[in-house]
């Protein structure tokens, strides 16, 4: 593999996951973000997030105080934030994680193409826009890929690698070699909507909702019921709130736009009444269910 030097672009919730999994994966990361503030915040979260795993490791007897500490260390010290793009410039790999809008995405892409060194990787974490319209913007086609990580990203062990009609082999190679190099278990896949992972799931919580919306079964009987028959840790509406029902919203009206004709995307009632009222599930307290804090009530 040839990549050392990666950039991110985009240190919030995704972003400095995924500067942390890449540091601690041995490479060289330049973190850029929009404003100092945004950055500072991100930097914060990583700093608390690895002091975190260094107490677990010596909790579990895997390494001494000292040790631990110098695995933290050394992995901060291969971290460095940046407010200027151009730091990103000899980046052997960049992954765009920024705000969920593809003409935001496009234009950084176009930024970046003329930007970087023409070796540079072009890798979007997006959820749901289509890798082939950035990959186009940026002007590097073949050098393009998808990179989803879950989140948390520090604890969630899937990538999954998206490669477009055009992709090279050797830059899907690499691509998939870093995300296993982050500690993470790669899957490949085409370009299609929600990947593998959420073209299942969004589509499975949109028929959770239907099935409400018609009193099929209550709220909690379908998680009582998705839980204890299939062993999810979750349910699908508890799922939901989890989520953020705005951004689940967001990613069905998104495929509703570009695929009309397929029912599996079709917009719940309910969810687009919920999102109307402000009840956004976890993070606005309300959903589905009360919430306080990360807790249902
Ligand atoms: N939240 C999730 O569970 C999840 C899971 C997988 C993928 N994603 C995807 O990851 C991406 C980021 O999502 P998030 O939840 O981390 O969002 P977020 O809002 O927490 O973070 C986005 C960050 O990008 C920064 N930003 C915006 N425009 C920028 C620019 N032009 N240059 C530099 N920084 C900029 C913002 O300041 C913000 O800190 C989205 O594409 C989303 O679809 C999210």
Not at 142 to 166: I, Y
Not at 185 to 204: E, I, W
Not at 236 to 256: A, Q
């Amino acid at each position: 593999m040839t990549i050392q030097k990666v950039g991110v672009v985009g240190c919030g919730l995704m972003g400095h996951g995924i500067v942390q999994v890449a540091a601690q994966g041995g490479f060289q990361v330049v973190a850029v973000e929009a404003e100092q503030k945004f950055l500072d915040g991100g930097l914060a979260r990583i700093d608390k997030s690895l002091a975190k795993l260094a107490e677990k490791s010596v909790k579990d007897g895997k390494a001494t105080a000292e040790a631990a500490q110098a695995k933290a260390s050394e992995t901060r010290a291969r971290i460095v934030g940046s407010t200027d793009r151009k730091t990103l410039a000899d980046c052997d790999l960049v992954i765009e994680a920024i705000v969920e809008n593809l003409d935001v995405k496009k234009q950084l892409f176009k930024e970046l193409g003329a930007l970087c060194k023409p070796s540079t990787i072009f890798a979007s974490n997006t959820s749901s826009f289509p890798i082939t319209d950035m990959a186009q913007a940026s002007g590097r086609p073949e050098r393009f890929v998808g990179l989803h990580f879950f989140n948390p990203v520090q604890l969630m062990k899937l990538v999954e690698v998206v490669r477009t009609a055009k992709t090279e082999d050797d830059v899907f190679a690499q691509a998939r070699a870093f995300g296993e190099a982050c500690g993470k278990t790669a899957v490949s896949c085409k370009d299609t909507p929600g990947f593998v992972v959420n073209r299942l799931l969004v589509p499975y919580m949109a028929e959770a909702m239907k099935m409400l919306e018609r009193g099929d079964a209550s709220a909690q009987d379908i998680d009582t019921a998705m839980k204890l028959g299939c062993g999810y840790p979750m349910g699908p509406i508890e799922l939901t709130d989890y989520v953020g029902l705005d951004t689940t919203l967001f990613i069905v009206e998104g495929w509703t736009k570009r695929y009309p004709n397929d029912p599996s995307f079709a917009v719940p009632t309910l969810l687009r009444d919920l999102v109307k009222q402000g009840k956004l599930g976890r993070k606005t307290g309300q959903g589905f269910y009360k919430w306080e804090g990360d807790k249902r009530v």
